[in-house]
């Protein structure tokens, strides 16, 4: 889910934003790790007994986004893939997001698919070397927005279940993620109080803080 809603926020910075030819170029290649990723988790999937219309679908966006870039990569120069290109790839691993929701029935899914999609697309946008300030502001508040939903939602779910066996187990499983989440949040959002420049070196250790956060939050479904 994280690399679909990457690929979701990166195609409105190309849509809306006003991109240069040169980071148009820098972000279409940086895009491949949304496809490595997801392929990843296709991967992964074929374990968890994912649908088979999930992996196909899947699949194929994976394959067209990995030839598109493959295209990009022998373009000289600042020339750049038509942006609309992007839409049938992208528009397939939407489809492949809601099937996985439709499939795991987990409404807070969405919310997490969301937070790690905000944090991801600003690391692709980094290393492309992106001029856009605002999103720099932009996804940051998204991912704050999402954490706090995800937190009150942990906690609803934790208050329905006070009668379980295992609301210790809850409990302490809520606690760490809401520890390791703040922290994520706290390091992502540091320049933006000091007002210094954004660095992947900063946002990348927020996406490994969040997924951290992620597995952790795993435990709390196996919890129930």
């Known amino acids: 889910m994280m690399p679909i809603a990457a690929a979701c926020f990166l195609a409105l910075v190309l849509i809306k934003g ?9 972000i279409t290649e940086n895009m491949i790790s949304i496809w490595a990723v997801l392929a990843l988790g296709l991967m992964i999937g074929i374990e968890v007994y994912a649908t088979t219309l999930t992996l196909v679908v899947g699949g194929t966006a994976v394959f067209i986004g990995i030839m598109q870039n493959l295209i990009q ?9 038509p942006s609309t290109w992007l839409r049938l790839p992208i528009a397939l691993a939407v489809i492949t997001g ?4 439709w499939q795991q029935q987990q409404p807070l899914l969405l919310l997490e698919a969301v937070l790690l999609g905000a944090v ?31 937190m009150l939602g942990l906690l609803i779910i934790a208050g329905l279940n006070t009668e379980s066996s295992n609301m ?3 409990q302490e499983f809520v606690i760490y993620r809401a520890i390791i989440l703040l922290l994520a949040l706290a390091v992502w959002t540091i320049p933006l ?3 210094q420049e954004y660095s992947p070196n900063i946002v990348s250790l927020t996406t490994v803080l969040l997924l951290f956060s992620e597995v952790i939050g795993m435990g709390i479904v196996v919890a129930f």
């Open 18 to 26: 006003e991109v240069c030819p040169g980071q148009r170029k820098r």
């Open 120 to 150: 991801f697309a600003h690391v692709i946008l980094l290393r492309a070397r992106h001029r856009l300030q605002a999103f720099n502001v932009i996804l940051p508040v998204v991912g704050i927005a999402c954490s706090i939903l995800l």
């Open 98 to 101: 809601l099937l996985v929701l």
């Open 193 to 195: 109080y000091t007002k």
């Open 168 to 170: 210790p187990v809850i």
């Open 73 to 81: 990569s022998r373009l000289a120069g600042k020339r750049a893939i």
